[in-house]
């Protein structure tokens, strides 16, 4: 069986794949795969109506979400792991990544077994946008800090903002090392910054919304995102100068007050990282959904 290499030109196909199903992972967006491309070889093939999508890099390769379709064969799981085996010099790595709760009953009818790996946080939008309850007073007292306290300009991105955001996101890297000790966190923003050059570099192919904060002229905050279906907005970036406080729950509730045709925003997970966790958590998110590693029992 061929494997046809990912490309912009793919993004219809798999558009009607990913809406066969009212998918609630983040995962599942165009979006969110083809960011990937700057980190792991991605191809894809087409098995008896499924689309299976296959990571490859240095260590192994993968398929990083469920195929893709009406209904998943059981042949194109049982062909994705033939494939994967020829890629894999362990044939333990060989797996599904980011599998969704309402089919673990067909993978364990397969005989494979099925691990939860993370959960997305999904926040209510309109709690976001109004931080009118208790629990949010920490958060409302921040975003009127900032209102009070600097002269702004709220506005949406365009493609020549990319030096200041690419600038920006170095400043908040750097600040954000500065308080964490842990290597994997470290990792990832780094592993963030070769996907955020490749969001900016192609974002009028993506179906994105990006806007910005300029405080006097220079950009201190920005942040994107997609439609991931008709009840949820999925945030993909936030990004401020840490120095400058209340920012970032400025420009996260005013992005969600535009979003008013979503009922949730999807904060995505937390990398399993603590300090993601406690930030996540500090939205009081009203539902959690859980993403599954399957693979071959040992």
Not at 124 to 151: G, I, M, P, V, W
Not at 218 to 234: Q, S, V
Not at 248 to 259: D, K, M, T, V
């Amino acid at each position: 069986m061929k494997l046809n290499k990912l490309s912009l030109k793919d993004k219809s196909r798999f558009s009607k794949y990913l809406h066969y199903d009212n998918h609630e992972l983040s995962v599942y967006a165009w979006e969110n795969i083809y960011l990937w491309k700057g980190l792991f070889e991605i191809s894809w093939l087409e098995i008896t109506g499924n689309l299976c999508i296959i990571f490859r890099d240095k260590i192994g390769a993968f398929l990083y979400l469920s195929p893709l379709g009406k209904k998943i064969s059981s042949e194109a799981v049982t062909e994705s792991f033939k494939i994967l085996d020829k890629f894999n010099v362990n044939k333990e790595f060989a797996r599904i990544e980011n599998a969704e709760e309402k089919d673990l009953e067909f993978y364990r009818g397969l005989g494979l077994e099925c691990v939860q790996k993370s959960s997305d946080y999904l926040c209510s939008r309109r709690q976001l946008a109004e931080l009118s309850s208790d629990k949010f007073k920490s958060k409302r007292a921040s975003f009127n800090y900032f209102t009070k306290h600097y002269h702004f300009a709220y506005a949406p991105f365009t493609r020549l903002d990319k030096a200041d955001c690419l600038k920006l996101y170095k400043l908040w890297a750097e600040q954000r090392r500065g308080n964490s000790k842990d290597d994997a966190y470290r990792f990832m923003l780094e592993d963030s910054f070769k996907t955020l050059g490749l969001l900016l570099d192609n974002y009028q192919d993506f179906n994105c919304l990006g806007r910005l904060v300029r405080i006097e002229g220079e950009l201190k905050g920005f942040t994107f995102g997609f439609k991931l279906n008709d009840d949820t907005f999925c945030v993909l970036y936030e990004i401020t100068d840490l120095s400058i406080k209340g920012l970032a729950q400025f420009i996260f509730r005013e992005f969600c007050r535009e979003l008013s045709e979503y009922k949730y925003i999807n904060i995505m997970d937390d990398s399993g990282l603590e300090n993601l966790k406690r930030v996540k958590l500090s939205y009081h998110p009203v539902k959690f959904v859980p993403a599954f590693i399957v693979k071959r029992k040992a």
